[in-house]
């Protein structure tokens, strides 16, 4: 069983609460030429699994998943296989190539989680079940929750439909910023990009948000600024990541003005694993006939 701890002292002091006596009001963004949206604040959760404590760590990330449902949010991605990822760039930030240049992005676990608000998100953290959820952390050598105002609804991992006609590849940036004016300048950029992406790239960018952040809830990996957007496939977040509007105005700020990582990771792992399974059991077949 795992050994329990009490919880960081320092785990629940940035992000504030929602104004005294203020009604709930969900952000809505509007959408060239689409109706009018709700914008929910996602959950950017980074964690650095302990190899030895790898059972530990699966129940420790099942737990977070039902704390997050059981207080009215989603779960949009959750990912523990990093054999799995493709790194577009950056990959020095996250696997450390000598102790003199440590990687600041060194984690091994990922969970995307989304809040109708940011005043359900200050609810949920506050929360004696979140409470009592960090008391179990010790499979987690590091932990990095972000809140990041968002640009569409959050959608929960579990949706059939989602399964069988969905996006199945997030791309996700993330940035220690060196200077703030600049790295600002990316994140408005981004979206002004992914929003006209259809007409200079000829792929739909579908981007759930790209902010620097302005608060933290734990900040064991140094993130200031965050993009992600799903894809069908791969090849089509390739094809963004290699258009002239990506490599010519936005990479130059990213390479001057921050420590960043820039990867691929599938938003239906198991998938991906059970058809891993299949084709070495097809392998191991062919090789017995």
């Not at 002292?9 to 992000?15: I, P």
């Not at 992005?105 to 990922?110: A, E, K, L, S, Y």
């Not at 957007?229 to 010519?248: G, Q």
């Amino acid at each position: 069983s795992l050994a329990r701890q009490a919880r960081p002292r320092s785990a629940r002091r940035l992000l504030p609460g929602p104004p005294r006596g203020a009604a709930r009001q969900m952000a809505l963004v509007q959408h060239a030429g689409e109706e009018v949206v709700e914008a929910w604040t996602f959950l950017v959760c980074l964690f650095k699994r302990k190899e030895s404590l790898k059972l530990e760590a699966v129940k420790f990330l099942d737990h977070l998943e039902r704390t997050v449902r059981s207080m009215g949010g989603v779960v949009q991605l959750r990912s523990e296989k990093p054999q799995f990822w493709n790194i577009f760039d950056g990959k020095d930030n996250m696997v450390e190539m000598t102790h003199l240049s440590p990687a600041v992005f060194d984690f091994n676990c990922i969970v995307l989680a989304a809040f109708p608000s940011s005043e359900e998100v200050h609810t949920w953290w506050n929360s004696d079940e979140v409470f009592e959820w960090l008391k179990w952390r010790e499979p987690m050598e590091k932990i990095g929750i972000f809140p990041v105002d968002g640009l569409q609804q959050g959608l929960d991992v579990r949706d059939a439909q989602r399964k069988s006609f969905g996006d199945r590849m997030m791309l996700l940036e993330l940035m220690k910023m060196e200077k703030f004016k600049p790295i600002q300048q990316y994140v408005d950029d981004y979206k002004r990009f992914a929003e006209t992406a259809s007409k200079d790239v000829g792929i739909h960018c579908n981007l759930l948000f790209a902010e620097s952040l302005s608060s933290v809830l734990m900040s064991d990996f140094p993130v200031d600024a965050a993009c992600a957007s799903s894809w069908r496939s791969k090849e089509e977040a390739n094809v963004w990541y290699d258009s002239d509007n990506y490599h010519l105005s936005l990479v130059p700020s990213k390479t001057y003005y921050a420590k960043a990582l820039t990867l691929v990771v599938p938003i239906f792992e198991e998938k991906l694993e059970n058809l891993n399974q299949m084709r070495a059991g097809m392998t191991v077949m062919t090789r017995l006939r």
